[in-house]
Structures are given as structure tokens and as C-alpha cells.
């Protein structure tokens, strides 16, 4: 399995600029989430969808983030409009929830930067 | 929920043991412990997990106090590849799937 995979690894757009980012994952994990990172903040979860349902998006900064997951190999985490302060890197995880693990598998990050 | 409390740093000499200690006094009894680490520039990775038995695997044994109270991660023989930032969070009881990264422990394994 190729594991988690996101893209673009890198992104650097200006201020105002809509942002997405993509995650495919593991096959057969049915739940999935969103993290960022920051040196200040550390590592926070945004929002985690089970099945493809957003269950909890308190993580959320503000209303100019979004996210979906229109089926269970593909989510986007949108940012409209964009500021400097969303710079960071963001993770996508995703595991399987039938079992009594809570593993999650991580991807490599796309770092953002908005400038 | 159950906080962590981790060092901020630790070396270790290559090959030595690498004993990362995490106290969780507030765990409760159905929290598992899991240890993951993030080496730079990359995705955190899962170590191992367990409840109250002593485990093992190809990475790290973890070793649990009888009250449950700490935790000591133990990468048997340290490599420069195990120089990473280590995490020990204590799953959320019935909130189902969040974790909680805290700031964790800074490794350096030294030649």
C-alpha cells in the first residue's frame, strides 16, 4: 500500500488566494483527519470524518476553512481566503475504526505558505 | 482528558537504550497509551500502544506502571534514524478518535 497520500507537498500562494488541499486514503480506512502544525501551536486536529461524515469539526479555525469528503478515497481541506497566519504544515491521517486500535497513518504534510 | 507530561529533550548514545519517560497521573481505566514520533519534516509515525501490559513490538517495548500512572517508551538500540520527536498521548476516553499531540520529547541520538 502506498499509504497516505497528499498533495501538493509544498504550496506558496498569496494572501486572499483560495487554497485546497487533497488527501487519499489508506485504502479500507474509514475514518479521516485533518491536522495542522505549527511551530507555536504545535499539532492540532481541524476535523475527523468517520464514514465519510464530518463528526467533529470544532478543531476548525474560523469559517474561511472547509472540509469534505465526497467518498471514502478522497478529502480536500479548503482555505477562502487565505492569510499569512495559516502558514503551516498540514497533516492528513487516516485508520480503520472497526477495530480496537486507534492507529492513525499519517501522511507527509503539505507545507503552506501564504505570503 | 488525561494529560501528558513529557521532558522537553533527551540525548542518547547510538546503540545505548533510549528510556523516554511520560507521566499520565490522571489516566483513567480504559485510556490506552500510545507513543508515536515525528521525525523532521515528516508525518508523525505510530510506535506502539498498550493498556496495562508490558508490550512489544519491532520498534520499542513500552512499559506501564501497575498503577498506570507513567509510562516508559524503550527503543532498545538507538540508531541516528531514531533522532525524532516522541509523543505519548493518552486517548480521550469516549470521544472515540481524537488524539492530542502535546509538545513532546526531543531525542537526539548521539554517534
Known amino acids: 500500500d502506498a499509504g497516505v497520500i497528499q498533495s501538493p507537498r509544498h504550496e506558496v500562494t498569496e494572501m486572499g488566494q483560495e487554497v485546497t488541499l487533497r488527501c487519499k486514503p489508506i485504502?479500507?480506512?474509514?475514518?479521516l483527519f485533518w491536522y495542522r502544525q505549527t511551530m507555536m501551536r504545535g499539532l492540532e486536529l481541524l476535523i475527523y470524518?468517520?464514514?465519510?461524515?464530518?463528526?467533529?469539526d470544532s478543531g476548525m479555525p474560523e469559517d474561511r476553512f472547509s472540509a469534505k469528503m465526497p467518498n471514502a478515497s478522497f478529502s480536500t481541506l479548503k482555505i477562502q481566503p487565505s492569510e499569512p497566519r495559516d502558514s503551516a504544515v498540514y497533516f492528513c491521517?487516516?485508520?480503520?475504526?472497526?477495530?480496537?486500535?486507534?492507529?492513525?497513518?499519517f501522511g507527509p504534510g503539505t507545507r503552506l505558505t501564504v505570503t | 482528558d488525561a494529560k501528558t507530561t513529557q521532558p522537553t529533550s533527551m540525548d542518547c548514545a547510538e546503540g545505548r537504550a533510549a528510556n523516554l519517560p511520560c507521566n499520565h497521573s490522571?489516566?483513567?481505566?480504559?485510556?490506552?497509551v500510545y507513543w508515536y514520533r515525528q521525525i523532521h519534516s515528516q508525518g508523525p509515525q505510530y510506535i506502539i500502544h498498550?493498556?496495562?501490559n508490558n508490550e512489544t513490538n519491532e520498534m520499542a517495548s513500552l512499559i506501564i506502571t501497575e498503577d498506570r500512572k507513567s509510562s516508559t517508551l524503550i527503543l532498545p538500540h538507538a540508531t541516528l534514524r531514531d533522532t525524532a520527536v516522541y509523543y505519548c498521548?493518552?486517548?480521550?476516553?469516549?470521544?472515540?478518535?481524537?488524539?492530542?499531540f502535546g509538545t513532546g520529547t526531543s531525542l537526539t541520538v548521539i554517534p
Open positions: 485504502s479500507g480506512h474509514n475514518s
Open positions: 498521548i493518552v486517548r480521550v476516553a469516549g470521544t472515540g478518535n481524537q488524539f492530542y
Open positions: 491521517a487516516s485508520r480503520h475504526s472497526g477495530g480496537r486500535s486507534y492507529e492513525q497513518y
Open positions: 490522571t489516566i483513567s481505566g480504559n485510556e490506552y
Open positions: 498498550g493498556l496495562k
Open positions: 470524518f468517520n464514514n465519510n461524515v464530518p463528526i467533529d
